[in-house]
T-cell receptor
């Protein structure tokens, strides 16, 4: 099972781009990479998913190199409301999908 | 109400008692999950289910029992609660045929305290 490693915390300022990297050296061929955001006292919320290369949606981009051993979530122009914990999740629906420990992002004014 | 709901939202119980946490979703998603989140930590998968009558163990299944007789319900039972099971429990569902096929929808959580 792929284990993920993320930085424990990151600080940023409003308007900056934030990149959070997740390491998953043992990723399996069928595994997808998914990122979630969690605010205090709430359940996680889906941000983006990807298998390889680059994926972009209205809130974020996900960069996955060819070897897929890591992935980077990119949040453009963060605001105070983006302060949250961000989780990287690697797995296949038919197997045990495991959350990492999460990265606590603090956006400062 | 549409969506995914959990009940109760808060529960205090004593060591050794049996407790059942309920999870209900209205979307008919085939996959459902139970996670626990200890204070200040990430989520750990307890059990998951790919369809009614199909369940599998996750990372931390010991001390828990699940069943899924209907697609929309996925109850989690602590057979004999211990203090180490004090946690926030999240239920989630997933539609593998959806546009974002790995998007899990999470419930609001149940905060369980075992005294």
């Amino acid at each position: 099972l792929a284990k993920t490693t993320q930085p424990i915390s990151m600080d940023s300022y409003e308007g900056q781009e934030v990149n959070i990297t997740c390491s998953h050296n043992n990723i399996a061929t069928n595994d997808y990479i998914t990122w979630y955001q969690q605010f205090p006292s709430q359940g996680p919320r889906f941000i983006i998913q990807g298998y390889k290369t680059k994926v972009t949606n209205e809130v974020a981009s996900l960069f996955i190199p060819a070897d897929r051993k890591s992935s980077t979530l990119s949040l453009p122009r963060v605001s105070l409301s983006d302060t949250a914990v961000y989780y990287c999740l690697v797995g296949d629906k038919n197997n045990d999908m495991r959350f990492g420990a999460g990265t606590r992002l603090t956006v400062k004014p | 109400d549409a969506g995914i709901t959990q009940s109760p939202r808060y529960k205090i119980t004593e060591t050794g008692r049996q407790v059942t946490l309920m999870c209900h979703q209205t979307w008919s998603h085939s996959y459902m999950f139970w996670y626990r989140q200890d204070l200040g930590h990430g989520l750990r998968l307890i059990y998951y289910s790919a369809a009614a009558d199909i369940t599998d163990k996750g990372e931390v299944p010991d001390g828990y029992v699940v069943s899924r007789s209907k697609t929309e319900n996925f109850p989690l039972t602590l057979e004999s609660a211990t203090r180490s099971q004090t946690s926030v429990y999240f239920c989630a569902s997933l539609d593998p045929s959806g546009g974002s096929s790995y998007e899990q929808y999470f419930g609001p959580g149940t905060r369980l305290t075992v005294t």
